[in-house]
């Protein structure tokens, strides 16, 4: 390769690990193949990125978070380890976990319907406004069966990854409903069968962890209804520009 000069390799792992020995050992594995790179194909290496993965609790019931002490403690025995090997920048790539629990979907009540002693909240958008729920939903249906359906990222992590609210209701009142979008199209679902406060017309529904995978992921333009609003908030929940 005359024309081409390497500097540096990329490998990416799994989505949504949260187990950091696996980590550990994915980087140390990474670390030999720097080493490989570096003596066998003679490459200069500048930087290794070691991709993502790095997991967030999605589900109260199954999910442990990752242990980042351990993994600080590991990986600085490991760094030092090929530090005198490997004069290299390292890089690993966040996704999700600064970003996902940061954020939430907003959207409001447009209509309630009660049908075949069944209510639906409708609101405003629902999939082609923050899609994720509404794939949790369509995986219930084909796999209703399934206690725990594998994980297929970044779509489908698991059934109860997202949780929701009204805004400025109680539980005091609380009742069995279905979270629904307003298009013409059967897969509009966020939820099915789950208790929340009675709500009216006009109050504001809340998605939590919508702060990956949710713009980007979504089909905003789908049957061209008005796009969501995206608002960044400092600290102190001041809107930024």
């Known amino acids: ?36 790179c570096k003596e066998t194909m003679k490459w200069e290496l500048e930087f290794i990125n070691f991709g993502g993965g790095l997991g ?8 442990n978070p990752l242990n980042l002490d351990a993994l600080s ?3 600085n025995s490991l760094i030092s380890k090929f530090k005198e090997y490997l004069n290299v920048r390292l890089i690993i790539e966040t996704g999700r976990f600064l970003v996902c629990e940061s954020g939430q979907y907003v959207t409001h009540i447009v209509d309630i319907k009660e049908s075949r002693g069944k209510k639906y909240l409708i609101v405003e958008n629902g999939l082609n406004g923050f899609l994720r ?9 084909y ?3 399934d206690l725990n359906p594998k994980s297929y990222e970044p779509f489908f992590t698991t059934r109860d990854a997202f949780d929701f609210s ?18 013409c199209a059967a897969t509009d679902v966020m939820a099915k069968d789950i208790m929340l406060p009675k709500a009216s017309v006009g109050d504001i529904v809340v998605v939590s962890r919508a702060g990956s995978y949710a713009y980007s992921l ?3 333009l789908f049957t061209s209804h008005p796009l969501p609003l995206q608002f960044y908030l400092d600290s102190n929940g001041k809107i930024l520009n």
């Open 143 to 145: 796999a209703h069966d």
């Open 166 to 183: 009204i805004v400025g209701k109680d539980s005091s009142n609380i009742e069995n409903v279905d979270l629904v979008g307003n298009l």
């Open 56 to 63: 967030i609790v999605y589900s109260l019931l199954n999910d």
């Open 133 to 141: 729920p509404s794939i949790v939903s369509l995986v219930d249906t």
């Open 1 to 36: 390769m005359d024309n081409i000069s390497i500097v540096g390799i990329h490998v990416h792992i799994r989505s949504q690990v949260l187990d950091y020995d696996k980590l550990y050992k994915y980087y140390e594995n990474v670390f030999g193949l720097a080493i490989f």
């Open 73 to 75: 403690y590991e990986c």
């Open 218 to 220: 979504t089909p905003l």
